[in-house]
């Protein structure tokens, strides 16, 4: 066994190289600088009780007990997860790749090309298969994406609609319960009206009804046709809404052909793991016009400075971290890594290969059907695609049924004393369908028929699908597997990650995602349970999951947590809603403010409106810190209705600001509560809590702090905690029923994206108190070298009382640009030539570079840092000597791309060399970008959100 300790694999820099960085800062120890750095007033007393950590073959032992505790039975009842194959092609060299799990969202596109190209091909499979216009790269999963097409449509109201206040939703009654709970929540925060109705007798009303969301196929395993509804509801000014099912569309009419506005669902079966409940990517499409509204991040096709294509996300003006409290909705991290598999899962197979997963599946839904008709059972939904409901003869009950089908290993749907249903997927054999109704025939009384799968399809020609889907190259190229092997690598290497270099996004904690720790969540245990299956089943998960509970409510000093959240925007939104149910409780519910600092994250105004809070701003002072004198007065002013506070800490400007218990007080004192956004525990964990702190909420994220990986813009998992009074207003979930008094649902399945949580186990199980702690502490140290090792190059712009930063930094590029017209764009674009990612670029400061070093990095890697931006600094430093042109030069034409770079014409005044090869190292780990500079503007005003037709190929 090796004689490191997982800590000192996860920690980057060696002891030696600890005393020579402490020596930089001109501390005798670690303790000292963390004195000098977190306030006193907030210093936990006691070590973290997490007992020690464990190493990581204890871990992958004791994760493989947990899974043998999870028990994956054959399992068809539906309701949104279904069984798929995810081919191995897409989990050796996508899901278990770190390349794709650890790069980050694509904001630089330079350096994203690859990420950016598989999320354009999911955009495009979902516009081709919903015959929607536009697509965007992905939201939370189908539930909360109902959630966004309320608000969209709502947001969309006609003039009229708006004038006379028209509130109202008309919703299928047969739609997926928790959909239904997740809508539920969200009017509730927005004072929406909802009325759930039978979708083939009801009836719309302009004056009263702003839009209608329908199921398709709905709940009871029903295809309808909706032409005409539609029309009613269109001829009467309003908008519809699908949620549907992306392998169904490859059989039936979708619902862009019969003019839906929005479609969404989940794409969980093309080829991503049910994993217990997530994650998975939703998918939402809408109309042309309609696209400056819609949620979630869209990846659209510009081009470079040559005029070369190249993919960069697009119309973000829109988006929260712009907009704030006007933002089309409070997505941030969405499920990005689960988006790009499904792509590649329909480039794998191309639309043959689709309609063939399609077609069998309905076929063996029909022969089951065909044969359940034999033996004279009751069926009660005529037209299907994948789902048979039924109804069982008088005698046995769905309880007899359920222990059978229990002792054969079988779950099916049981939705009533005497009614059950059964979903076929894409897993489904015919064995496996013979299976089944030797079951049924056996509960009934009845001899088993033969199966036989010549039988013809259930569905009327009206409902079949006719027109052509992905006739892209994309989808029709890449079938064998050695050729999406070379596709899947050839995008790779377009890519910036984890894999390459350090990626120093401040207020990202792109820290190192262990490879102990991501193993088990291929583990079929893990991957292949169902979100609603009996809880027995899921012991492992449930073992797991209450020991996590119990760790991250000690590391945030609150009485318990929801694991539901499953992003940091969607734990602030939770957060929110949880306050408002307790000041509802106590008869307070008119308290409806939220104070929010000026340097707040964009996603805190959006999520604060989301649950229905109006936000008033509260300055920071010039050092950075809330302004205690403008908090103290608004406090005051809205003391009424002050409903919370939220704060970032340590604050997003990098700094433990001393006054934070003071601002705790002060706003209970006025009846408030305090939300704490903890996207910045990296600087927490060990050395203070939110709970200790006095705070009442708090999100984690644990895709940044706790070791889940980014996957490019996803999966995020954003756990609350609370503090003991809140405790009963935690989220429930309707189907598995974990309710409590209040009933908010935040997510569609129970424990949000169960499936990524044996990351942060593993994590905090080998790190243990004292290792979390030990990487708060290296975290805060990382960062203050860089701080004092650049301080003379780039003011740092904010430091705490006694001069130091958290765990991270604000270089400051204003008077530099000033003085060289080199902005904080190109010294960004520049890092690129350099193997860099940039860092966090204009947030929360203007004209500023933010750098999180996190403790996962070496100093030989921070060395590396140091020297490429001061190099940089030099190279600024001819600009303004006079010593390099003011326009054509290394800073302004970057980033260089390979094809800059080996073209026969050079007319640049710097040498090719000095473009890409700026320092000596970068020549060992050079990384050749694929496309130059991109255009920003361009690509929004000629929006292109999907791949070529072939015929530009
Ligand atoms: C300070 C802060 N708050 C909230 C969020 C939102 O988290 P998520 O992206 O998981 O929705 C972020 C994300 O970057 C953040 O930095």
């Known amino acids: 066994m090796s004689h490191f300790q997982f800590v000192d694999r996860h920690i980057g820099p060696r002891k030696a190289d600890v005393d020579l960085m402490?020596?930089?800062?001109?501390?005798?120890?670690?303790?000292?600088?963390?004195?000098q750095t977190v306030p006193a007033s907030i210093r936990l007393k006691e070590p973290l009780n997490l007992g020690d950590g464990i190493s990581e073959d204890a871990y992958l032992q004791r994760i493989r007990e947990l899974a043998m505790k999870n028990r994956v039975l054959k399992t068809y009842i539906g309701m949104g997860y279904y069984g798929t194959h995810t081919p191995s092609v897409i989990i050796r060299n996508v899901l278990e790749n770190p390349v794709w799990y650890t790069s980050y969202t694509p904001y630089q596109a330079e350096i994203s090309q690859g990420r950016l190209e598989a999320l354009l091909n999911f955009q495009t499979m979902v516009s081709e298969l919903t015959a929607m216009e536009v697509a965007n790269a992905s939201l939370l999963d189908e539930a909360t994406a109902a959630g966004e097409a309320l608000i969209m449509m709502y947001n969309t109201r006609s003039k009229d609609q708006l004038k006379s206040d028209v509130n109202t939703c008309l919703i299928d009654e047969a739609i997926w319960p928790q959909t239904r709970a997740v809508i539920e929540t969200r009017a509730l925060g927005l004072g929406i009206d909802l009325e759930f109705v039978?979708?083939?007798?009801?009836n719309y009303n302009p004056k009263v009804h702003f839009g209608l969301i329908l199921q398709y196929p709905d709940a009871m395993g029903r295809v309808s046709d909706y032409r005409s509804l539609v029309n009613t509801v269109h001829d009467a000014g309003g908008k519809v809404a699908v949620a549907t099912d992306l392998i169904a569309l490859c059989m039936l009419v979708p619902p862009g052909e019969w003019g839906a506005d929005i479609v969404f669902g989940s794409s969980q079966r093309m080829g991503v793991p049910m994993a217990y409940g997530g994650p998975h990517a939703a998918f939402f499409a809408t109309r042309d016009e309609l696209k400056r509204s819609m949620p979630g991040r869209i990846i659209g096709v510009s081009k470079d400075v040559h005029g070369n294509p190249a993919l960069r996300m697009a119309l973000q003006t829109r988006e929260q971290h712009i907009k704030r409290e006007k933002a089309t909705s409070n997505i941030c991290t969405a499920q990005a890594l689960l988006a790009t598999m499904a792509g590649f899962y329909a480039v794998y197979h191309g639309p043959e290969g689709l309609k063939g997963i399609a077609s069998r599946i309905h076929r063996y839904a029909c022969a089951l059907a065909a044969a359940l008709e034999h033996i004279g059972l009751d069926r009660q939904n005529k037209q299907f695609f994948d789902t048979l409901h039924y109804k069982l003869p008088k005698g046995p009950t769905s309880e007899k049924l359920r222990n059978m089908a229990l002792s054969r290993g079988i779950n099916l749907l049981y939705t009533g004393v005497s009614q059950f249903g059964i979903s076929i997927d894409e897993t489904t054999t015919l064995k496996d369908v013979e299976e089944l109704l030797a079951l049924i025939s056996e509960c009934i009384g009845a001899e088993t028929p033969v199966v036989s799968t010549e039988v013809s399809t259930a569905l009327p020609q009206s409902l079949l699908r006719t027109s052509e889907f992905m006739k892209q190259e994309v989808f029709n190229r890449y079938h064998s597997e050695t050729e999406m092997m070379r596709y899947?690598?050839?995008l790779d290497r377009k890519d910036v990650s984890l894999a390459h270099s350090m990626i120093p996004l401040g207020s990202c904690t792109m820290k190192l995602n262990p490879a102990t720790a991501m193993f088990a969540i291929t583990w079929p245990e893990f991957a292949n349970l169902h979100p609603f299956v009996p809880l027995d089943q899921a012991q492992g998960y449930h073992e797991m999951m209450s020991d996590?509970?119990?760790?991250?409510?000690?590391?945030?000093?609150?009485?318990?947590?929801?694991?539901?959240?499953?992003?940091?925007?969607n734990g602030e939104y939770s957060g929110l809603m949880v306050i408002r149910a307790w000041h509802e409780h106590r008869g307070e519910g008119h308290r409806n403010v939220a104070l929010i600092p000026a340097s707040a994250h964009g996603t805190n105004p959006a999520s604060a409106v989301m649950a229905g809070l109006k936000v008033v701003v509260v300055d920071c002072d010039d050092k950075g810190n809330i302004d205690m004198e403008d908090l103290r007065s608004k406090v005051e002013e809205y003391s009424d209705i002050l409903a919370c506070v939220i704060v970032t800490y340590p604050s997003t400007h990098g700094v433990f600001e001393a006054s934070i218990r003071e601002l705790c007080d002060m706003v209970h004192k006025h009846g408030g509560q305090v939300y704490m956004d903890g996207a910045n525990m990296n600087a927490q964990v060990g050395l203070s809590s939110p709970g200790f702190i006095g705070a009442d909420v708090c999100h984690l994220n644990l895709h940044k702090t706790f070791a889940i990986p980014h996957g490019g813009g996803g999966p995020g998992v954003g756990p609350i905690g609370v503090a003991p009074h809140l405790v009963d207003f935690l989220p429930g979930h309707p189907v598995i029923d974990n309710r409590r008094p209040a009933t908010l649902t935040v997510a569609a399945a129970p424990w949000g994206s169960a499936g990524v949580l044996p990351i942060t186990y593993g994590y905090i199980k080998m790190m243990g108190g004292d290792g979390l702690t030990m990487a708060s502490k290296i975290a805060i140290l990382n960062a203050n070298y860089i701080a004092a090792s650049l301080d003379s190059e780039f003011n740092v712009l904010y430091k705490g009382e006694n001069g130091r930063v958290a765990h991270e930094l604000i270089l400051d590029c204003r008077p530099i640009k000033h003085e060289s017209g080199v902005s904080e764009l190109d010294i960004a674009k520049r890092l690129m030539d350099y193997g860099f990612h940039a860092p966090t670029l204009s947030f929360p400061v203007a004209g500023t570079l933010m750098v999180e070093p996190t403790e996962s990095e070496s100093k030989a890697e921070l060395d590396r840092f140091i020297e490429a931006i001061r190099n940089i600094r030099q190279e600024i430093a001819e600009v303004i000597e006079g010593v390099a042109d003011k326009e054509d030069n290394v800073l302004k034409n970057a980033p260089h791309s390979q094809y800059d770079i080996?073209?026969?014409?050079?007319?640049?005044?710097?040498?090719?060399?000095?473009?890409?090869?700026?320092?000596?190292?970068?020549?060992?780990?050079?990384?050749?970008?694929?496309?130059?500079?991109v255009d920003d503007a361009w690509g929004d005003r000629n929006l292109f959100c999907s791949c070529d037709p072939i015929s530009n190929y």
């Open 22 to 35: 402490l020596e930089k800062l001109g501390v005798s120890s670690l303790d000292e600088l963390i004195n």
């Open 198 to 202: 039978n979708a083939s007798e009801l």
């Open 488 to 490: 899947i690598k050839r």
């Open 548 to 569: 996590l509970r119990s760790d991250l409510a000690k590391i945030t000093g609150f009485a318990d947590v929801s694991l539901q959240p499953n992003s940091g925007a």
């Open 902 to 933: 080996v073209s026969d014409e050079w007319n640049h005044k710097y040498s090719r060399e000095k473009a890409a090869y700026p320092l000596p190292w970068v020549r060992t780990n050079k990384f050749w970008l694929s496309v130059s500079r």
